[in-house]
């Protein structure tokens, strides 16, 4: 759910990661770079299912320019195993970094916000990214980068960059939009030539930005982002008749992009990565850790919702949750917390499958806040909020954001292009390989990633 945040977040974007404004170009320009240079378009489909490409007809799915894709390159058809936990904005940042969410800081989708005052506000600014990335690569390289809604993205080293971003979810949000966009006519001409690939609009908008972008600037790398199978899989569910018409029309959308790249005469040179950020699975009642914190005493809330006081807080994500300490090196608060996270697990009622502790989250390199996470139990999911009942119905058919082992959070991943030798399906990839991956492919060096190349 998209909820208002204070238009001062504009304020963040003199931050170090602030995007050099290249020169202006005009709609029929477009990059120095020759048509015979490396290129690579990362797209990613938010919540596509590995079995969704591989299981295709016994679901009916008609996906031509996923199986076109798949064809001449190579897929997982494991999928690709993700980060922890299984969301979006610690997963994109991931696949951009070669690092893990422990490493690059970006946790969670939701800024931490023990005081509650930050009016749902998103990790949206690309400051708060702490390893480098495949745009400051490519920026060092001399070598040009485009971006259309991928999230943390507000304030990059990205040429061509139209953010994630959104304060109220309506169309006055283009103004907001267009301000954090790079360079500052970009939004402008997009809206000129194109769409603006607003939050309350759709992927069809957003496949008309990243056609765009592909067939006019040409960057050597793209990053595209798709969000609305995320969306249509929340409300109705994974594997519905709603989801799998989405992911058609999607499908559509990336024919555009193959296409774009052949009108831009690049396509002989682009590197198709076709990817998802996690799996779904199937939700049914939510549980608000937040709500149990206050009744043992560890968060204080006034009558008017406010938090007045705090000494544990959460960093809620579907399928898990952050627990976060103010002291985390008070033993007698560490033993607390403990003591009643264990009691809490132990009533299958309240849907915990799991209390890790900091040896596990650093195993899964998630959560580096956090003292303790709690993984949910199927059919539950945690959220936000401190207010009683701590257990309800959920509002969601479907989430995510379980730990990555489990297969339904496998992400997916098709690769097609140079430097891809078609061949047999491959095991199971790592999210954290696809930044050395796309810096070999395009010739970048970035010595501190986790990951390593995928052999393809």
Same mark, same amino acid.
């Given at each position: 759910m998209k909820i208002a945040f204070a238009a001062a977040v504009l304020l963040s974007l003199t931050g170090c990661d602030q995007a050099a404004t290249p020169a202006p170009q005009s709609a029929g320009a477009v990059s120095p770079a020759t048509d015979d240079t490396p290129r690579v378009a990362l797209v990613v489909i938010d919540g596509m299912r590995p079995d969704y490409y591989t299981r295709a007809d016994a679901y009916g799915l008609r996906i031509p320019n996923l199986r076109a894709l798949m064809a001449r390159g190579r897929y997982a058809a494991e999928g690709m195993l993700g980060v922890f936990p299984t969301v979006t904005f610690p997963s994109h940042t991931t696949m951009v970094t070669g690092v893990s969410p422990r490493t690059h800081g970006i946790s969670t989708n939701l800024a931490f916000d023990p005081w509650m005052n930050n009016q749902g506000g998103w990790n949206w600014y690309a400051e708060s990214i702490k390893s480098e990335t495949l745009w400051t690569a490519a920026h060092q390289a001399g070598e040009t980068s485009g971006a259309i809604f991928w999230p943390v993205t507000v304030g990059a080293r990205i040429d061509y960059n139209v953010p994630q971003f959104w304060r109220a979810w309506v169309d006055e949000d283009l103004k907001l939009l267009k301000a954090v966009s790079s360079p500052p006519d970009f939004g402008a001409e997009?809206?000129?030539?194109?769409?603006?690939?607003?939050?309350?609009?759709?992927?069809?908008?957003? /496949?008309?930005?990243?056609?765009? &972008?592909?067939?006019? #600037?040409? =960057?050597? *790398?793209?990053?595209?982002?798709? $969000?609305? +199978?995320?969306?249509?899989?929340?409300?109705?569910?994974?594997?519905?008749?709603?989801?799998?018409?989405?992911?058609?029309?999607?499908?559509?959308?990336?024919?555009?992009?193959?296409?774009?790249?052949?009108?831009?005469?690049?396509?002989?040179?682009?590197?198709?990565?076709?990817?998802?950020?996690?799996?779904?699975?199937?939700?049914?009642?939510?549980?608000?850790?937040?709500?149990?914190?206050?009744?043992?005493?560890?968060?204080?809330?006034?009558?008017?919702?406010?938090?007045?006081?705090?000494?544990?807080?959460?960093?809620?994500?579907? /399928?898990?949750?952050?627990?976060? &300490?103010?002291?985390? #090196?008070? =033993?007698? *608060?560490?033993?607390?917390?403990? $003591?009643? +996270?264990?009691?809490?697990?132990?009533?299958?009622?309240?849907?915990?499958?799991?209390?890790?502790?900091?040896?596990?989250?650093?195993?899964?390199?998630?959560?580096?806040?956090?003292?303790?996470?709690?993984?949910?139990?199927?059919?539950?999911?945690?959220?936000?909020?401190?207010?009683?009942?701590?257990?309800?119905?959920?509002?969601?058919k479907g989430t995510h954001g379980y730990s990555p082992e489990i297969p339904e959070m496998h992400a997916s991943f098709i690769a097609a292009g140079p430097g891809i030798h078609p061949g047999a399906p491959l095991p199971l990839v790592r999210m954290i390989d696809l930044a050395p991956t796309i810096a070999r492919l395009l010739h970048l060096d970035m010595p501190r990633v986790e990951g390593r190349p995928i052999e393809l």
């Open positions: 997009l809206e000129a030539h194109a769409s603006m690939p607003a939050e309350n609009r759709t992927d069809k908008e957003r /496949g008309d930005a990243e056609a765009y &972008l592909l067939r006019v #600037k040409k =960057p050597q *790398l793209a990053l595209l982002y798709f $969000a609305d +199978l995320d969306s249509v899989e929340h409300r109705f569910g994974p594997a519905t008749p709603q989801a799998f018409a989405t992911l058609e029309m999607i499908d559509a959308q990336l024919g555009r992009l193959v296409e774009a790249t052949k009108a831009a005469h690049t396509y002989e040179h682009t590197t198709f990565l076709v990817v998802s950020d996690h799996g779904f699975l199937p939700v049914d009642t939510e549980a608000r850790p937040a709500a149990w914190l206050k009744s043992a005493g560890l968060i204080t809330q006034e009558a008017s919702g406010h938090v007045s006081d705090w000494q544990a807080s959460v960093l809620p994500a579907g /399928g898990s949750c952050g627990i976060v &300490l103010r002291n985390p #090196k008070d =033993p007698a *608060l560490v033993a607390r917390v403990d $003591a009643l +996270l264990t009691k809490l697990a132990a009533d299958p009622s309240n849907g915990i499958a799991k209390v890790d502790h900091e040896a596990e989250l650093v195993r899964l390199g998630g959560y580096g806040e956090a003292t303790f996470a709690l993984e949910a139990a199927r059919g539950f999911e945690f959220v936000g909020g401190a207010d009683d009942p701590p257990l309800r119905p959920s509002g969601h």
